[in-house]
């Protein structure tokens, strides 16, 4: 079945303590993508990329890293969170001119 | 400034009953626009997408129209029923490569009750 995975569901941490976040996809996808989504702010763009070893910022992407060795993996590393990383966090995957595939998202508190 | 605004921001109707979601977007170069359907906690799951030239597509009983004059659509739901409960989300493509291309609306919550 054609799908993104992510890792973990949820999360519970505490302020600084680092993590990392697992994406992972079947359909050979170019394109892949971390959003985060915050009540009344809708999906904010946090990293996005194009292919291996091609990565670059979306449009909040301060305390945040990601790495792209792989073609299907595409983690997101939370070197030292804050409270204010506490968000649904969502993984997609495209095809260059083609709708994105969601994960199933992964719900992380920091405290 | 590329925007994307949906209306109402959420909307409780009776099971059966139809409903009208509206997206307004400036996203320019336009290259296409996608509705999605998210569930609580789930991600967004693509309902249709349409391109400059198409004014209407269907899926089911969804269907979004698209004015690209006025920069305007609208997801239409017929006879609705519980599952329909969801967050609804407009997503606008600018005509640009990347990935970083897309523009989102902050969703329509619609709830279905008996």
């Known amino acids: 079945e054609a799908q993104v995975t992510q890792n973990p569901r949820y999360l519970i941490t505490v302020t600084g303590k680092k993590l990392t976040v697992t994406c992972s996809q079947n359909?050979?996808?170019?394109?892949m993508s971390w959003y985060r989504q915050d009540p009344g702010l809708g999906l904010r763009q946090i990293y996005y990329?194009?292919?291996?070893?091609?990565?670059d910022k979306g449009d909040v992407p301060e305390g945040y890293k990601v790495s792209r060795k792989e073609k299907r993996n595409f983690p997101l590393i939370l070197e030292s969170p804050s409270p204010n990383q506490t968000s649904l966090y969502f993984c997609?995957?495209?095809?260059?001119?083609?709708?994105?595939?969601f994960g199933s998202g992964t719900r992380l508190t920091v405290v | 400034k590329n925007q994307v605004e949906q209306s109402p921001q959420s909307l409780i109707i009776l099971e059966g009953k139809n409903c009208t979601l509206q997206?307004?977007?400036?996203?320019?170069?336009?290259?296409?626009l996608r509705w999605y359907k998210q569930d609580t906690g789930r991600g967004p799951v693509s309902l249709t997408i349409m391109t400059f030239s198409e004014n209407t597509k269907s899926n089911g009983r969804y269907t979004a129209t698209l004015d690209a004059d006025t920069k305007q659509s609208s997801l239409h739901i017929t006879a609705s029923q519980l599952s329909d409960s969801a967050s609804y989300i407009c997503v606008v493509s600018a005509r640009e490569t990347g990935a970083n291309n897309l523009f989102f609306g902050t969703g329509t919550r619609l709830t279905v009750i008996p």
């Open positions: 990329s194009m292919n291996v070893e091609v990565t």
């Open positions: 997609a995957s495209s095809r260059p001119g083609y709708g994105y595939t």
């Open positions: 359909m050979n996808h170019e394109y």
């Open positions: 997206c307004n977007y400036t996203v320019s170069p336009f290259s296409n």
